[in-house]
């Protein structure tokens, strides 16, 4: 027990912070320029789906939402991400229940489904993140090429899940908030202890969302 | 004048004062000081490199190239000791990569370690690692964190009977399990110890330093600088006048020094990611050692800052 107790944050740490950056500048170079437009194309498809609201913008926001959630887990933390950290291995199966979930309610709009009409704000807050989460990294000192993208990086998958979450209703949504308030407490606190100062980032912004989904429930 | 690893690098060696008080003669300034291992007496340099986080940077090319560079560095200051393990992510295949692109599998004293709770798979994860460096077969093989060592052990003194390990060990870091290590010290028929020691924790200076060297087990040095973070602890501080005698320029100078010179260590193994810190570390292991009176004194000093 004594031995438990000696062991520190940092003892778990397994990476430098410019490794960490270098996972991302790796992904960005192997995958320019398609993933790239993929990412962006996916982003405006699921933006439009939000702003315009029909009857297929459920099965468009949570199919592709299921997509890019297995493909950040097989991709991301199978490969990527587990070449430095071999603990990412153990958040694969979450990634893919989460991209499980989207698909169920993609297909069957049972438990977790589009509000009827999806807040303009929730929708800008989704759109905010596939622009400024890639910039705001760089501001605040990681290279450009380390750049994070949306599908490209979990981060920002997780950023952009809890913003279409604010325009979700049914049971389920309140389910599928679980893997990325998890995410994101760990990848604040990873950040945090590699020294940069981008660890208040996605937390803040995890906290922000829960507090406008604990108001707008009342 | 602020000391720091810079200003070591700017002023280089220092000549040393002959017969000055307290400091042992030293030996020449261009090769490491070694020591022998004892069950041997195979000669290795008093200052390695280490590899945790430091060499696990996946498959980033900029980064592999990079720490290739710290290993050439070292390799050219007359380094020979690398330490690694499975558990430090991709640092086996950031070495393996350097060796090959180096050449430099003839010159390195192989150290790896076991680390699997699962005795059966000892075996395999040995060959993976050995796989990872591309060495015909490792020099030192040890038990990390002592994670099963008795099947472990018993695997590696077999391996050690067919003549495809030269020497086997266990490890602890942290101050962990002393009092295991202690047994396994007194009663186990091992070449190598690793152990954490530093100006900070001197704990292992009561009974494991002495013990190692009653039972002529050589000792590996690990967290000489807790990660750099002593490094850091000092740096800003005045240095005693004294040191200045020795050539000691630097804190990270001091603090290596003050492990390599306790008699029982026979390699400290810092880890880095930078070129400049590796010479600046091999270069500790070039100058002069202090003698136990002056040990004191530093720990006294670095004690009262």
């Known amino acids: ?218 | 004048m602020k000391l720091d690893r810079r200003t070591v690098l700017k002023t280089t060696a220092a000549a040393f004062g002959a017969g000055a008080a307290g400091w042992m003669p030293d030996a020449a300034l261009a090769a490491p000081l070694t020591r022998t291992i004892p069950s041997t007496g195979q000669a290795l340099p008093l200052v390695g490199l280490g590899s945790w986080v430091t060499f696990n940077v996946g498959n980033n090319q900029k980064l592999l190239d990079s720490s290739a560079d710290v290993m050439a560095a070292f390799f050219e200051s007359g380094g020979r000791l690398i330490d690694s393990s499975p558990m430090y992510g991709s640092a086996q295949a950031t070495i393996g990569y350097a060796l090959r692109k180096f050449a430099g599998t003839g010159q390195v004293f192989s150290a790896d370690k076991v680390w699997t709770s699962s005795a059966a798979d000892g075996l395999q994860q040995i060959e993976t690692s050995r796989s990872f460096w591309g060495v015909p077969k490792f020099d030192l093989l040890q038990v990390h964190n002592l994670v099963a060592w008795e099947d472990h052990l018993e695997t590696l003194q077999a391996m050690k009977a067919a003549g495809s390990l030269k020497y086997i060990g266990v490890t602890t870091s942290h101050g962990r399990s002393h009092g295991e290590l202690e047994k396994i010290l007194a009663s186990q028929p091992i070449d190598f110890v690793q152990f954490t020691y530093n100006i900070k924790d001197r704990e292992a200076e009561q009974r494991l330093l002495p013990l190692a060297k009653e039972r002529g087990i050589a000792v590996i040095i690990n967290r000489p600088f807790q990660r750099g973070y002593l490094v850091e602890q000092f740096e800003g501080k005045p240095l005693p006048g004294w040191a200045a005698e020795a050539g000691i320029t630097s804190w990270a100078q001091f603090l290596l020094t003050y492990v390599i010179s306790h008699p029982a260590v026979t390699c400290a193994i810092p880890a880095t990611s930078k070129v400049e810190h590796v010479r600046e570390n091999m270069a500790a292991a070039s100058g002069q050692l202090p003698d136990a009176a002056t040990r004191n004194r530093m720990a006294d000093y670095a004690a009262q800052l």
């Open chain 1, 1 to 218: 027990m004594m031995d438990l107790l000696s062991y520190s944050l940092d003892d778990f740490l397994l990476f430098s912070l410019p490794a960490y950056y270098g996972i991302f500048e790796q992904i960005n170079t192997a995958l320019w320029p398609g993933a790239h437009m993929v990412s962006v194309l996916v982003g405006l498809l699921i933006s439009g789906a939000l702003w315009w609201p029909g009857k297929w913008s459920g099965p468009v926001v949570y199919g592709l939402l299921a997509v890019v959630w297995a493909w950040t887990g097989w991709y991301f933390l199978g490969f990527e991400y587990a070449s430095i950290n071999w603990a990412a291995t153990y958040a694969v199966p979450a990634f893919f229940a989460q991209a499980l979930l989207f698909a169920g309610a993609a297909l069957s709009g049972r438990g977790l489904a589009l509000q009827e009409n999806p807040s303009h704000l929730a929708v800008l807050m989704f759109v905010f993140v596939l622009i400024a989460y890639p910039v705001s990294g760089v501001v605040l000192g990681r290279p450009w090429q380390a750049a994070e993208m949306f599908g490209l990086s979990p981060d920002t998958l997780v950023a952009a899940t809890l913003a279409v979450l604010l325009a979700s209703k049914g049971w389920l949504s309140r389910v599928a908030w679980v893997v990325p308030l998890v995410w994101a407490a760990l990848a604040g606190l990873t950040l945090w202890m590699l020294g940069s100062v981008e660890w208040i980032l996605l937390p803040s912004f995890a906290l922000l969302c829960l507090v406008w989904a604990a108001r707008s429930s009342r």
